[in-house]
């Protein structure tokens, strides 16, 4: 399967989050254009996430710790573990998560 970026709709899964969403079989791909001031409420899922900030700075909190990433950072979330974030700038995040995350579909 070939697929452009360009040619996926962006949904706005929560305000100020528009992802473009990518489903294999066993993982999602989430390219995420997040304006400034959003932010995503402390949540836990069955998902490994990865993240990686491709432009920007993103406040992060995970499992009680927060710090600043800029870009070319990555943050390896565990299953279950809590986590929470907010927007310091306008962003572009990419996150990965295994198993699919079927909220995103």
Request: net charge negative; hydrophobic share 40%.
């Amino acid at each position: 399967m070939h697929i452009h970026l360009s040619e996926i709709e962006p949904k706005e899964i929560m305000p100020g989050y528009h992802g473009k969403m990518v489903h294999g079989e066993t993982m999602t791909l989430a390219f995420w254009e997040v304006e400034q001031g959003a932010t995503v409420p402390e949540h836990q899922h069955v998902n490994e996430q990865i993240m990686h900030v491709l432009e920007g700075r993103f406040e992060f909190t995970v499992a009680g710790k927060t710090r600043v990433y800029l870009a070319g950072d990555i943050v390896v979330i565990p299953t279950d573990t809590p986590h929470s974030g907010r927007a310091l700038t306008a962003c572009k995040l990419m996150d990965a998560f295994s198993p699919v995350r079927e909220a995103y579909k």
